[in-house]
Every structure is written in C-alpha cells, then in structure tokens.
Nanobody
C-alpha cells in the first residue's frame, strides 16, 4: 500500500536531541493516520505517538514524558519525530507506521504498513 523509510537515527549523548523522518512512497499520506513505534531491546514494541489524518490530533504514550513531538508534512509525504532530552533507555529501533482511514478518524489503534526502522543509540 505505502512504503515507509525512516531516517535520522544515530548515536547521541544523553540529553541530546534527534529528529527522525519517515518518507512515504507509493501513496500519499494525506489520507493516512501515522504513528511512531519503538522497540527497546528486551521489551515489546510500544507506540510512542500517533497523529491523525490532517494533523489536528496528537497522542503520546505517558512514559514518553513530553520529550517526544510528532508532526507531519503531507506536501512532503513525510512524518517526523522530534526527540529531546534523550536518555540511555531510549536506545532502540524506531519505526513509523501508517493506516489509511476515513477523514473523520481522530484516533488510530492499529496500522497496516510499517517501515524497517532507524536505530537510536543514547550513551551516558
């Protein structure tokens, strides 16, 4: 349906920031709910944040403590995740996900398409 490619990960010291990008192709994301997930080693994949079609609604996991900001630029067919005040426990693989939804959908709980991930490594 849509191909998603993440980028922007890397190695950073604790307290630093990263801006992850997810570029979509094969479809335009304007009709999609989008999300960021992460997989921390030894733990199950968890949702970091999702954003509705149109970008008017944003949801974050409580455990992210306000350090994460999701945004989208539909003209560029790109989803972003700004991560501030990075901690070593943020180390893991970060994935973007997408699901095409009706225009009135504000909350998404499942996704059909996934990227391959970008690695984030945070050192003390």
């Amino acid at each position: 349906q849509v191909r998603l490619v993440e980028s922007g990960g890397g190695s950073v010291q604790a307290g630093g920031s990263l801006r992850l990008s997810c570029v979509a192709s094969g479809a335009t994301i304007g009709t999609y709910c989008m999300a960021w997930y992460r997989h921390v080693p030894g733990k199950e994949r968890e949702e970091v944040s999702h954003i509705n079609r149109g970008g008017s609604k944003r949801t974050y996991a409580d455990s992210m403590k306000g350090r994460f900001t999701i945004s989208r630029d539909d003209d560029k067919n790109t989803l972003y995740l700004q991560i501030n005040s990075l901690k070593p426990e943020d180390t893991g693989e970060y994935y973007c996900a997408a699901k095409e939804v009706p225009y009135y959908t504000d909350v998404c709980t499942s996704y059909d398409d996934w990227g391959q991930g970008t690695q984030v490594t945070v050192s003390s």
